[in-house]
């Protein structure tokens, strides 16, 4: 079980790393609008074959890594609100119930498994 110093910090982790997704996230969004200004088009399409490979293939990066910073955001936010509605129960394992230990939390603080549950479930 978790100190209340423990979760304080484990807290401000969270809420780190909550601002710094969602600065990820609007930087996304800048991209995609810069591409649109840049184009001078209201579609992000260009027409011309060189043009429409290399950006085509920009979109696809910059929607898969916003795609993955959305579901980093959305571990957050899980984390604190199980952080702030039960308290007792942050830091448990949902798998097996064991604590997941502070020295992870502090490195991934919105854990949802211990190391050992963690690499079970990778390895499947």
Known sequence: MLTSEERDRIEKLLLREREQALEALGHFEERADDLRERS???????????????????????????????????????ALRKLYKTPEDFG????????????????????????NCQALLEQA
């Open 92 to 115: 448990k394992c949902e798998r097996c119930g064991q604590p997941i230990g502070f020295a992870r939390l502090e490195v991934i603080p919105q854990a949802r498994h211990c190391a």
């Open 40 to 78: 001078g088009e209201i579609s992000l399409y260009r027409f011309h074959m060189a043009d429409i490979g290399t950006e085509a293939q920009e979109q696809e990066k910059d929607f898969l890594l916003a795609s993955n910073e959305g579901r980093r955001l959305y571990e957050v936010d899980e």
